[in-house]
């Protein structure tokens, strides 16, 4: 069997399932089951190999060691990349969701998200699809596509999210909470106040943005991301 | 055999049960004893204690030690074992194989290291003739064999340990290459 000899040999189910096998503390038992993996064949029909067979076959693939291509595609068959920097909330605060529970698992979502159909208006002007599908839903197209063509995208967000956390540090800063919990002790008003500001982080930011006006809720999350942090720091400044 | 404090105490792989063997090789990768305290303890194991030394100085202590580690055994990997009549197969062609089934059994035992694994590793590589897959991995037939297997001598035992050790450290050399590679 023809073994892959990098990354581009390698389609996103296929990476994910891989990474998810890290997890097997055992070396051996971690090998023969992502050797399993790449021939697509079940682990017990590789009982009676030598271990010296798989060996030599996994040295062959030692690029499984390092990380995919930090370079993503800009296309990627019928979608186009959306800029980060244009990024409405709602995207944002689910890509957040998403870099949260493990990104390795939920790539083919991201790129769902960051990954949109797209035409010109009248002027030329390039236009994105609303977000109005579920990301859950179109997850899987991207699962066939080879790693390297959208893994580079994670790093690129992390380095975006940084950025952009440092920015608007004063919207993500509450004011620090009880040192030490004492569960005897009943919460202040302000503490038990401090932590429903916690639980509810985003949706307490939405909510300012429509101005506490829930039927303007998805108007909010369609706001550009920028302007609507800018909007939010306005705010906050001003006490408003 | 060899002579220490007039006793006469088995030191050759062919004089030393497996048992015995893991009972040394535990103690000496104990990195909580220190060299002296390593070797009283291996010689506790042939009735030698700590206290038939108080007359012994720190030269002929160091004297017992180099003796007792002199192995002149010359051992030969055997394909097939007798216990009690019995047929055990470690090698069934020409060359020794760690399969991928016995890599995972083995790999799981070492890495408890409980008293007396090295015996368990034996009893995952030595197959009873007649006996399938299911009968020869049971866990109980395991812990069975292992009990038979550490009243047999080191020496047929220790050119197994050997080859599973060069299988084992060819993944060793193979990892190490990997962490310095970066695509």
Redesign the interface.
């Known amino acids: 069997m023809k073994l892959p000899q990098?990354?581009s040999d390698i389609d996103v189910y296929t990476f994910k399932d891989i990474r998810s096998l890290n997890t097997i503390?055992?070396?051996?038992?971690r090998?023969?089951e992502i050797m399993a993996v790449i021939m697509d064949v079940s682990v017990e029909s590789?009982?009676?190999?030598?271990?010296?067979d798989?060996?030599k076959e996994?040295?062959k693939m030692?690029?499984l060691?390092?990380?995919?291509?930090k370079n993503f595609k800009n296309n990627i068959e019928n979608y186009i990349f959306k800029p980060f920097e244009q990024l409405t909330c709602g995207e944002f605060i689910d890509l957040e969701y998403y870099f949260s529970n493990d990104y390795i698992k939920h790539i083919s979502h991201i790129a769902a998200i960051v990954y949109k159909k797209h035409k010109f208006d009248e002027w030329g002007n390039l236009v994105y699809e609303p977000y109005t599908y579920n990301p859950n839903n179109r997850s899987e197209e991207f699962d066939n596509v080879c790693v390297n063509d959208i893994y580079g995208i994670i790093p690129a967000y992390l380095n975006f999210r940084k950025n952009f956390l440092e920015k608007y540090m004063l919207l993500f800063e509450d004011d620090p909470g009880p040192e030490e919990e004492d569960k005897n002790t009943p919460l202040s008003k302000e503490d038990q106040e401090h932590k429903a500001a916690v639980k509810w982080g985003w949706e307490r930011l939405i909510y300012s943005l429509c101005n506490e006006d829930l039927t303007k809720f998805e108007e909010a999350t369609n706001l550009p991301l920028i302007l609507a942090f800018n909007m939010l720091s306005m705010k906050k400044d001003l006490n408003l | 055999m060899v002579t220490i404090l007039n006793k006469e105490i088995p030191n050759q792989l062919n004089e030393l049960s497996v048992q015995q063997f893991e009972e040394i090789t535990g103690i000496l990768n104990d990195t909580s004893y220190d060299y002296i305290e390593k070797h009283l303890k291996v010689f506790e194991i042939f009735g030698i204690n700590e206290e038939d030394f108080e007359d012994t100085s720190l030269d002929e202590f160091k004297i017992y030690v180099k003796e007792f580690n002199t192995i002149k055994t010359k051992f030969k990997i055997k394909k097939t074992i007798d216990i009690d009549g019995h047929k055990y197969i470690g090698i069934s062609g020409k060359n020794f194989i760690l399969s991928v089934r016995d890599t995972k059994h083995i790999e799981k035992i070492m890495k408890s290291k409980h008293k007396g694994y090295l015996s368990e590793v034996l009893s995952v590589l030595w197959k009873k003739e007649g006996l399938t897959n299911a009968e020869h991995y049971d866990t109980a037939h395991i812990k069975y064999k292992s009990k038979l297997i550490r009243d047999l001598k080191a020496d047929i035992a220790l050119p197994y340990l050997v080859e599973i050790g060069k299988k084992l450290q060819e993944k060793v050399k193979i990892e190490n290459e990997a962490a310095s590679i970066v695509e």
């Open positions: 990098s990354w503390e055992e070396p051996f038992a090998d023969m590789l009982d009676d190999y030598d271990i010296s798989l060996n996994m040295k030692m690029f060691n390092s990380e995919p291509s």
